[in-house]
């Protein structure tokens, strides 16, 4: 095998196992969602296949021929690499939440063929050490080789692929493109057989390819669908990786049907004067508020921050969204700077991945940003979820009473006491947020929650931890239904 094979086939296996790696999280998004808990079992599990396929790649070369070896490690973990996305989509539904089924699904995915793969570089280093003597030079450049494989792996998949195709179709192009790398580092001797393989590889890949997954678009960064409401044909359900997003009535923009979003337009009636207002979305999800506001509120500048371009057009193809706000693309924490200060009536924080809200829009110095560019009256409405001890919504209250003059909670009771959970609707504001004013519209809707202020508010807070740039372990928070 010449050095130029030998450094090829290196190059190209390590770039592979971390193109595995980062299209791991979009496979698994629709079962498990996105948080950090994720990520942190897909990239531990991942390590965990390079270090075994490493060790055993290394005794295999000093077992057997290792000349023999490349070519059948890299077929088979194109094969396994085929094949991961079909095993998530059939065991992803059963899994559950937590830590365990998030390294079990991981694993059962992605595993094989990161160690696989990984067992290749020490094979090619035992066929190109020469002597003893040779042993630091050989090692250290096929590892800066192999790791300028993965960094070309990470930033090709990252900043281009995903954005320019569909998950399953690069699956199949890196299945397909392992098996043929394989099939021609075999050689003339056992072409006959590689060749068959190949075959079967394309064959299995182009089913990949054309298999639609559970996403009816997926996303730079979420796996969506839009559901019909069986129970209002003109109803629309946004639901983004595993959970219900946003719900709009195509007929009917002032129908609110998430109790969370009926708490906010209580909350904007009560403490907001008639007339237009000066709004700033922060996630724009289906669009809701932005028609609930055209409509109830006409005149009504809203700008809203989207981190997912495709979202907005999935607004317009299947929600109805006629440009009733403008739309600005990026994070809200380096795009919210454009907004001039002391210039907005009414913040609406509604951005999630999968049920959690980012970790960086829930801090102290983002929530003071909020503050600048509000009116000395305005109003901040946040939506969070959270279950059990519900450290989360805690500590969200938390923070914003350490920017704002008056914080409210608004949950049905059996949220504030622990136990059971779901949507939180947190209020910050400069000036004195009517609570009862809220308590009688939600009680004209018949409504079941409750708004809690003063020392209920304190006693709920209890000992919960500011959330601040260095310190926002959000997904550890959460605890989940």
């Not at 042993?135 to 990252?158: D, P, R």
């Not at 079967?200 to 997954?213: S, W």
């Amino acid at each position: 095998m010449s050095q130029a094979v030998a450094r090829t086939i290196v190059f190209v296996t390590s770039a592979s196992v971390l193109i595995i790696e980062i299209l791991a999280g979009r496979l698994l998004a629709p079962y498990l969602g996105v948080s950090l808990e994720v990520f942190t079992g897909i990239i531990g599990v991942i390590l965990a296949g390079i270090s075994l396929g490493a060790w055993l790649g290394g005794r295999a070369a000093d077992s057997f021929e290792p000349k023999r070896l490349p070519g059948p490690l890299m077929i088979a973990g194109g094969l396994a690499a085929i094949a991961s996305p079909s095993l998530i989509d059939l065991l992803g539904p059963g899994v559950g939440d937590g830590p365990i089924s998030i390294v079990l699904l991981s694993a059962l995915g992605f595993f094989l063929p990161a160690a696989l793969l990984s067992a290749v570089t020490p094979v090619v280093i035992k066929i190109r050490l020469g002597s003893l003597s040779q042993t630091g030079a050989v090692v250290g450049s096929y590892s800066a080789i192999g790791t300028a494989g993965a960094i070309l792996g990470t930033f090709v998949t990252g900043f281009f692929l995903i954005a320019a195709f569909p998950t399953r179709p690069i699956v199949a192009g890196l299945g397909i493109g392992l098996v043929f790398g394989g099939a021609l580092v075999i050689g003339a001797g056992r072409r006959s057989g590689a060749l068959a393989l190949l075959g079967l590889a394309a064959v299995l890949g182009g089913l990949l390819a054309r298999a639609e997954g559970p996403c009816q678009f997926e996303t730079t960064y979420h796996c969506a669908q839009v559901l019909v409401d069986s129970n209002r044909p003109s109803g629309r359900i946004l639901v983004l990786d595993r959970g219900f997003n946003s719900y709009v009535d195509l007929e009917d923009p002032t129908h609110l049907e998430f109790r969370y979003a009926r708490v906010m337009a209580d909350v904007i009636e009560a403490i907001l004067p008639g007339g237009p207002l000066s709004v700033l979305s922060i996630g724009g999800g289906g669009f809701t508020f932005p028609a609930y506001l055209d409509a109830i509120r006409t005149g009504t500048n809203h700008v809203v921050l989207e981190i997912d371009s495709e979202l907005v057009e999935i607004g317009k193809a299947e929600l109805g969204f006629a440009d009733q706000a403008e739309v600005i693309v990026g994070d809200a924490r380096s795009t919210i700077g454009a907004t001039a200060a002391g210039s907005i009536d009414l913040v609406i924080g509604d951005a999630f991945s999968g049920l959690t809200v980012p970790w960086h829009l829930t801090t102290l110095e983002f929530v003071e940003s909020i503050e600048s560019i509000m009116r000395p009256d305005g109003v901040y409405v946040i939506n969070v979820i959270d279950y059990g001890d519900v450290d989360f919504a805690r500590s969200t209250a938390r923070t914003m009473r350490e920017v704002f003059a008056s914080v409210a909670v608004i949950a049905p009771p059996s949220y504030l006491v622990g136990g059971e959970g779901g949507n939180f609707v947190v209020v910050g504001s400069g000036q004195s947020i009517n609570a009862e004013s809220i308590q009688l519209l939600i009680g004209r809707r018949s409504g079941n929650e409750v708004i809690i202020t003063g020392e209920r508010l304190d006693v709920f807070i209890a000992d919960a931890a500011i959330l601040r740039d260095d310190y926002a372990p959000v997904d550890q928070m959460i605890d989940h239904p």
